[in-house]
């Protein structure tokens, strides 16, 4: 199912899809509204702390909280589809794909695709493509707090398995109805904000 009015912009760590949504969302504060994944929400900030690495779960663990706070996202009070009915248009840095992409490589595929198998599609999804040597010298150029994510043998892997799911949902997309637009992560800014407000005339 098309959960229409949602947008998702997907991409390894250091791809610059937050910087585009700021600048999308900016067009139209009113009707535009940015989300993320993991959410601010309790769970969310639960997982940060994970992500962080301040502490350790299982795998299969994180699997099982990533899609709890999903569910929150897409239906919880005040979630996407509560924003999308008031009229909104809610735009995502990150859904089920990055769980499809990053837990597949801790806890195999198949428990990451059962647990998101419930969730809506995007209507469009916004891939940012890009080497992981120049994502990964992006992170680094923040000097902040790594996340555990962010190293680079890790980053290959999971770019190599968010390759494999992206295909998979193009070849799809005649049947399930999701735009797939793929974006390339190291052209400017400037471009990419260009190609992507395309798709909101």
Same mark, same amino acid.
């Not at 569910?71 to 990055?98: A, M, N, P, T």
């Not at 999804?125 to 890009?130: D, P, R």
């Not at 070849?171 to 974006?183: P, W």
């Given at each position: 199912?098309?959960?229409?009015?949602? $947008?998702?912009?997907?991409?390894?760590?250091?791809? *610059?899809?937050?910087?585009?949504?700021?600048?999308?969302? /900016?067009?139209?504060?009113?009707?535009?509204?940015?989300?993320?994944?993991?959410?601010?929400?309790?769970?969310?900030?639960?997982?940060?702390?994970?992500?962080?690495?301040?502490?350790?779960?299982?795998?299969?663990?994180?699997?099982?909280?990533? /899609?709890?706070?999903?569910?929150?996202? $897409?239906? %919880?009070? *005040? %979630?996407?589809?509560?924003?999308?009915?008031? %009229?909104?248009? @809610?735009?995502?840095? =990150? #859904?089920?794909?990055?769980?499809?992409?990053?837990?597949?490589?801790?806890? *195999?595929? !198949?428990?990451? =695709?059962?647990?998101?198998?419930?969730?809506?599609?995007? !209507?469009?999804?916004?891939?940012?493509?890009?080497?992981?040597?120049?994502?990964?010298?992006? @992170?680094? /150029? =923040?000097? !902040?707090?790594? !996340?555990?994510?962010?190293?680079?043998?890790?980053?290959?892997?999971?770019?190599?398995?968010?390759?494999?799911? $992206?295909?998979? #949902?193009?070849?799809?997309?005649?049947?399930? *109805?999701?735009? $797939?637009?793929?974006?390339?992560? +190291?052209?400017?800014?400037?471009?990419?904000?260009? +190609?992507?407000?395309? #798709?909101? =005339?």
């Amino acid at each position: 199912m098309i959960l229409k009015n949602f $947008i998702v912009f997907e991409g390894i760590d250091g791809a *610059g899809t937050s910087t585009q949504i700021k600048k999308l969302t /900016a067009i139209d504060p009113i009707n535009f509204v940015a989300t993320s994944e993991p959410t601010a929400g309790a769970t969310g900030k639960f997982l940060r702390q994970m992500l962080s690495g301040d502490f350790k779960v299982d795998e299969k663990t994180s699997a099982y909280l990533f /899609a709890a706070d999903r569910c929150e996202h $897409i239906f %919880g009070r *005040g %979630g996407v589809k509560e924003l999308i009915d008031s %009229g909104k248009i @809610v735009i995502s840095d =990150r #859904y089920f794909f990055s769980s499809l992409a990053y837990q597949s490589i801790s806890c *195999g595929e !198949e428990l990451p =695709r059962l647990l998101n198998s419930p969730f809506p599609l995007p !209507e469009i999804l916004f891939y940012f493509e890009i080497d992981p040597e120049i994502s990964l010298a992006r @992170v680094n /150029a =923040r000097n !902040e707090k790594k !996340e555990i994510y962010e190293k680079l043998e890790l980053q290959k892997k999971i770019a190599a398995q968010y390759e494999i799911v $992206i295909k998979e #949902y193009e070849k799809k997309s005649q049947e399930t *109805g999701i735009k $797939i637009v793929r974006i390339d992560a +190291t052209d400017s800014i400037e471009n990419i904000s260009n +190609t992507i407000k395309k #798709y909101f =005339r």
